[in-house]
């Protein structure tokens, strides 16, 4: 990751991001997160912001903000903020005593309460003083259509140290500032291209049509089968998962954030993966149905199946860095399995199998006609696609060794996801050999947090068992 002017991918949205973008003035279809760092101690105010100056350099789109079209028949795209000044997104705060992690969080949940400034590029950076045992913490707010989890990962790699001291200078701007575009001039300007790319793009859709014509007079009945098998692929990423939903879970329609974090050890969970012949994503999902499923025997309510929601990364090696690559898929959990090994093998056969759907990013392809609708109609039928599930699941690869943010180590890494019309989403980044969670629940679906943290516990304890069983000696026959 040496091109760090690639970061963020092209100047125009995709559709995809479009999609998230338009929909975000509805709390419903909100697509802001944030990222939260425990370091280890206060870093030092100016070589904070000095960090932010060297990032911000290094990262031209962290200066760039989201022009919307006059009229919505092009994509969004972004552009040079002429009036960018750091200030206004790089802030400190200090924590009332005890300044301890529930003060903390509740500054988060505040946090997500309030919009970005959507005529500036959406993010913010805000440093955290008073936390007790002199510890500090860092939010990193953004908006969904800046990058996933994997081109957040890849942001940070660029933005923090591997040692306490980053060395080196602040550099100038790692790439010449465009020209900044007006909500009409980038509607002519896309326009434009689409009329003189049009004889070239004919003639490229031609010739596309052209070899697909001779593969079908040459194999009609392969030709023809693929159609159809694109046709049931779409067909089943549509339909919502087959299962009734939740009692304690579904329709609670609150917009509100109640955040909790835990830590699981990494090792432990890739140990019990393996055991199963699953992955690290398989054991955790496991694990954390396990705990839904004590949170709901909990309050007397017997669920077979709950309909989840997962991302699937359709990043590929040679793709720009940062942006969005992925799809949504959704999966009728075992939630009532109490084998742990089951769990995680069900919880991988659906993985595999969802990554071989010919219709895996179907919404790339339907998205360019749903962006051009009115926010209004955009807002409802993401809020009707994002709510047939009653929990978002998540996982992201994150950073095996330790880093540095001002000097300071981070000690702690929590992603904190939006909850798009679910009951809760729960999203894992793996840091230094510890599965940092990060949970965004309803109040109003949740309100006994600390019930469902235990409960997650007893899930993730459920899944080591697996592994110390395993290597348990067994008792020797008597004769």
Request: aromatic share 4%; glycine share 10%.
């Amino acid at each position: 990751m040496t091109d760090t002017e690639t970061w963020g991918g092209a100047s125009d949205m995709s559709a995809w991001e479009a999609l998230m973008w338009r929909s975000e003035p509805d709390p419903r279809t909100r697509s802001t997160g944030i990222l939260l760092e425990v370091l280890a101690g206060e870093p030092d105010w100016q070589r904070f912001r000095e960090a932010h100056v060297r990032t911000t350099t290094r990262v031209p789109r962290l200066r760039e903000r989201v022009v919307e079209p006059l009229v919505p028949l092009v994509q969004p795209a972004w552009a040079p903020d002429p009036h960018f000044d750091l200030d206004h997104h790089v802030h400190s705060l200090r924590l009332h005593d005890p300044g301890d992690e529930q003060a903390l969080l509740a500054l988060c949940e505040s946090l997500m309460r309030r919009p970005l400034d959507r005529a500036r590029p959406p993010w913010e950076a805000i440093l955290v003083t008073g936390l007790s045992g002199g510890r500090a913490a860092y939010l990193f707010k953004f908006h969904h259509s800046l990058t996933d989890g994997l081109g957040l990962i890849q942001l940070l790699t660029l933005a923090h140290s591997s040692t306490a001291d980053p060395g080196g200078a602040v550099i100038g701007l790692a790439a010449a500032p465009g020209e900044p575009l007006t909500a009409a001039g980038l509607l002519g300007s896309r326009l434009r291209r689409r009329l003189t790319g049009a004889p070239t793009e004919l003639v490229r859709r031609s010739s596309g049509a052209v070899r697909v014509l001779g593969r079908s007079l040459a194999d009609p009945v392969r030709t023809t089968g693929g159609v159809a098998r694109y046709a049931q692929s779409l067909s089943r990423m549509l339909a919502p998962p087959d299962v009734d939903r939740s009692p304690l879970l579904r329709g609670s329609g609150g917009v509100g954030n109640r955040l909790i974090v835990l830590d699981v050890p990494l090792d432990q969970l890739r140990a019990a993966g393996k055991a199963a012949g699953a992955s690290v994503n398989d054991a955790f999902v496991a694990a954390v149905l396990g705990g839904l499923r004590r949170y709901h025997e909990h309050h007397g309510a017997s669920v077979e199946r709950l309909p989840i929601g997962m991302p699937v990364s359709l990043r590929r090696d040679n793709d720009p860095l940062g942006g969005n690559r992925f799809a949504g898929a959704r999966f009728a959990a075992p939630l009532s399995e109490r084998d742990p090994v089951v769990r995680m093998q069900l919880v991988r056969e659906f993985v595999l199998e969802v990554r071989e759907e010919p219709a895996i990013g179907f919404l790339d392809q339907i998205s360019p006609t749903l962006t051009k609708l009115p926010a209004s109609v955009i807002i409802e039928l993401s809020a009707k696609l994002m709510t047939a599930s009653d929990v978002q699941i998540s996982n992201i690869r994150g950073l095996s060794q330790p880093v540095f943010l001002a000097g300071q180590e981070i000690v702690g890494m929590y992603p904190l996801g939006p909850r798009p019309g679910v009951a809760a989403m729960i999203a894992m980044i793996t840091y230094a050999g510890t599965c940092c969670l990060g949970l965004n629940v309803d109040p109003d679906a949740v309100p006994d947090p600390e019930v469902l943290k235990r409960c997650l516990s007893e899930g993730f304890d459920e899944v080591f068992e697996t592994t110390r069983a395993a290597t348990r000696p067994r008792r020797a026959a008597r004769g």
